[in-house]
């Protein structure tokens, strides 16, 4: 393990344990997550790139692309490391148009396995994250039917764990009335808090929170608020807003996302930045700010 990558985390009810800092290979498709990317050996230069500096786990889904983001992971890294996880999803496909369409059915997210399966070039899934909610934040309702889909597969041996995104401590419950859940995936970042109280409950448990959209739905007065604290810092307002998630609470696990090696290293370095006192409680601020 690579301590430089925010230390360590270890999967409830699971042999895997990974680094905390990890990789996101949806930008590695073409433009809107969409067709070949443009660069198809820089896409590979990324991920092997990210191996070498102790990347130990990476969060894809054949919906990107679709397929091809798959298809480059296992092109730049097939035959896989021992200690790879990667962590894919399901629960939407394209349209021919680019359009991304919600399918949940008991079909789609049994073609959905199949596909990541054939793309990775693998004969079982470390991890499946269950899609379900809107982009920005959970929807209610039951989630039974999905989670018992996936959890026959992995009767099946076609996925050793699952997890859930966007999703509510409620659908969570549900979930883990039917079979164990080892992550979640939603919406997070210092200055949308919502999930606050359900990392902490989380943490608890020894789940681990993958938050996604690190820099996303930022107001300017906060986006300006952070911009000060990175300029204070001597450094990237992306690499604050991840080196404060990784403070927030150790079951917080990280994938930010990029096609280009020097970003990739940027990224990584956040998992080193020290945040003193006085700028962490400038960050917590923002979290309220404008509210």
């Known amino acids: 393990m690579t301590t430089h990558l925010g230390g360590t985390f270890t999967f409830p009810q699971t042999s895997i344990t990974v680094n905390r800092m990890g990789y996101g290979a949806m930008q590695l498709a ?76 008991p079909e789609g997210l049994t073609q959905g396995i199949h596909d990541n399966l054939k793309n990775l070039g693998l004969e079982a899934l470390d991890i499946v994250n269950l899609r379900m909610g809107a982009v920005e934040k959970p929807a209610p309702g039951s989630i039974a039917e999905q989670v018992h889909v996936l959890a026959d597969l992995k009767k099946q041996g076609l996925i050793r764990h699952i997890g ?72 990237t307002p992306m690499q604050v807003a991840l080196a404060w998630l990784l403070h927030r609470s150790p079951n917080i696990l990280l994938i930010p996302g990029t096609s280009s090696v020097a970003h990739l290293k940027e990224n990584l370095a956040a998992a080193s930045l020290q945040l003193p006192q006085d700028a962490l409680a400038e960050l917590d601020a923002i979290g309220t700010t404008g509210k």
């Open 164 to 235: 859930l995104s966007t999703v509510n401590a409620e659908q969570l419950a549900e979930a883990q009335a039917i079979t164990p859940i080892v992550c979640i995936q939603n919406m997070y970042n210092v200055a949308n808090r919502e999930d606050d109280a359900f990392i902490d409950s989380l943490a608890k448990q020894g789940i681990a929170y993958v938050p996604y959209f690190p820099l996303g739905g930022f107001t300017p007065l906060q986006s300006g608020a952070l911009d000060k604290v990175a300029a204070e810092l001597s450094a």
């Open 30 to 105: 073409g433009p809107h997550v969409f067709g070949p990317p443009k660069d198809r050996p820089a896409a590979l230069a990324v991920l092997r790139e990210a191996l070498a500096a102790g990347v130990d786990h990476i969060d894809t889904s054949d919906f990107y692309g679709p397929h091809v983001t798959n298809q480059i992971i296992k092109e730049a890294l097939h035959p896989y490391p021992k200690n790879l996880t990667i962590v894919t999803k399901v629960g939407a496909r394209r349209g021919d148009d680019g359009s991304w369409i919600m399918d949940r059915t």
